[in-house]
C-alpha cells in the first residue's frame, strides 16, 4: 500500500561526494541550492479504511528548507503552516509527467513523514487524491511499478 523514491529525481549518482549535496531518508540538498523534503501522498482507498501512499519528494524554497529543517525534531511543528513546493519525483504509472506538479508539504507530529496536498487540478493523480481509488487501481498500480513494461 506504498511505494517510495529514495530521491528526488534531480539527484544524480555520484552526487553523494560533493561537499555541497546530502541525501538522508527525509531531506535532500543539491548543489547548495536546491531543497527537497520526503512526504507522502495519501490516496484514499475507496469503500475502506485503508490509504494507498506514494513516498516522493517536493521541492522548497531555501528559506521554508531551513525553516522545516529547523522544527524537523520539535514537538508541535504539525501547527506550522503549509510549506508550497514542486513535486520533483516522476510516478510513471502517470501521464502527463508528476515532475513539477504543485503541492503543499504539511508537517505531522516527530516521527510522521509530512503529508503532501497536490493543487486540486485535473492531473489524474491530483484528481485520485481528491477522489480516492479502488482496490483494483491499487492492485495496477502495484503492477506499474513492481513490473514496467520495459
Given at each position: 500500500m506504498n511505494f517510495s523514491?529514495?530521491?528526488?529525481?534531480?539527484?544524480?549518482?555520484?552526487?553523494?561526494q560533493a561537499r555541497d549535496c546530502e541525501l538522508t531518508p527525509d531531506q535532500c540538498v543539491i548543489g547548495g541550492e536546491a531543497f527537497f523534503v520526503?512526504?507522502?501522498i495519501e490516496l484514499p482507498v475507496i469503500g475502506g479504511d485503508e490509504v494507498f501512499s506514494w513516498g516522493v519528494w517536493v521541492s522548497l524554497s531555501e528559506k521554508n528548507f531551513v525553516r522545516a529543517s529547523?522544527?524537523?525534531?520539535?514537538?508541535?511543528?504539525?501547527?506550522?503552516?503549509?510549506?508550497?513546493?514542486?513535486?520533483?519525483?516522476?510516478?510513471?504509472?502517470?501521464?502527463?509527467?508528476t515532475i513539477n506538479l504543485k503541492a503543499m508539504l504539511h508537517t505531522r507530529p516527530v516521527g510522521r513523514r509530512p503529508i503532501i496536498e497536490l493543487e486540486p487540478t485535473d492531473h489524474p493523480l491530483a484528481v485520485e487524491q481528491r477522489t480516492g481509488i479502488?482496490?483494483?487501481?491499487?492492485?495496477?498500480?502495484?503492477?506499474?511499478?513492481?513490473?514496467?513494461?520495459?
Open positions: 523514491s529514495s530521491a528526488p529525481d534531480y539527484w544524480e549518482p555520484g552526487m553523494e520526503r512526504g507522502l529547523e522544527l524537523w525534531e520539535t514537538p508541535g511543528r504539525e501547527s506550522e503552516p503549509a510549506y508550497f513546493g514542486w513535486l520533483s519525483t516522476e510516478l510513471f504509472p502517470y501521464t502527463p509527467s479502488t482496490m483494483e487501481r491499487v492492485r495496477e498500480l502495484a503492477e506499474a511499478v513492481l513490473h514496467p513494461e520495459a
